[in-house]
T-cell receptor, first 115, second 114 residues
Framework: SQQGEEDPQALSIQEGENATMNCSYK?????LQWYRQNSGRGLVHLIL?????REKHSGRLRVTLDTSKKSSSLLITASRAADTASYFC???????????????FGQGTILTVHP | SQTIHQWPATLVQPVGSPLSLECTVE??????LYWYRQAAGRGLQLLFY??????ISSEVPQNLSASRPQDRQFILSSKKLLLSDSGFYLC?????????????FGNGTRLTVT
């Protein structure tokens, strides 16, 4: 089963509103990353938060991490129609002990922003 | 700057035919390379990863194989395609130096097995 599970599966909002997506995971992690995927395209890395960080910002993006609850949230403020895409969380597990970032992805949240 | 190229963009193949998808990375050395498959626009499943030339690890048993003949070239192959091999295949690379390196994806190949 997937390590990360996003909630909700789909989110529909109006331009200018904020969009919040949540991600839960099961095992201890090294870091958690959020990616965006436009329809039919590859994924684009948005932001990475390490296990010892609680909050991180990048432009209109705000990511929080609660390792005690094994959960993260992605907030997109003042959304735009161009933000319409699928958003995925992905984790690197502490298990394995290798130097490469082998990511486990969740099922994603489909965000639709209406103009 | 680093770039990743993946081709073809779309492919329609009959059941039982062979497959070869190629991915190349430019602008970096000794990258970690990955093949993922995405079904129905949802989550990604890691198929193979490689930390160096000739070093391939498989995550799930399947009808596919991967090879890394050169440092920045990663190939996904099959001798005989199955209907269940249909999907969206994504190649990605990351820096080999840190747990905290993000993945950089190609634009994917849409494979339809008929």
């Amino acid at each position: 089963s997937q390590q990360g599970e996003e909630d909700p599966q789909a989110l529909s909002i109006q331009e200018g509103e904020n969009a919040t997506m949540n991600c839960s995971y099961k095992t201890s992690i090294n870091n958690l990353q959020w990616y965006r995927q436009n329809s039919g395209r590859g994924l684009v890395h948005l932001i990475l938060i390490r296990s010892n960080e609680r909050e991180k910002h990048s432009g209109r993006l705000r990511v929080t991490l609660d390792t005690s609850k094994k959960s993260s949230s992605l907030l997109i403020t003042a959304s735009r129609a161009a933000d319409t895409a699928s958003y995925f969380c992905a984790t690197t597990s502490l298990r394995g002990g290798t130097s490469y970032g082998k990511l486990t992805f969740g099922q994603g949240t489909i965000l639709t922003v209406h103009p | 700057s680093q770039t990743i190229h993946q081709w073809p963009a779309t492919l329609v193949q009959p059941v039982g035919s062979p497959l070869s998808l190629e991915c190349t990375v430019e602008g970096t050395s000794n990258p970690n390379l990955y093949w993922y498959r995405q079904a129905a626009g949802r989550g990604l499943q890691l198929l193979f990863y490689s930390v160096g030339i000739g070093q391939i690890s498989s995550e799930v048993p399947q009808n596919l194989s991967a090879s890394r003949p050169q440092d920045r070239q990663f190939i996904l192959s099959s001798k005989k395609l199955l209907l269940s091999d249909s999907g969206f295949y994504l190649c990605a690379w990351s820096s080999g130096s840190s747990y905290n390196s993000p993945l950089h994806f190609g634009n994917g190949t849409r494979l339809t097995v008929t």
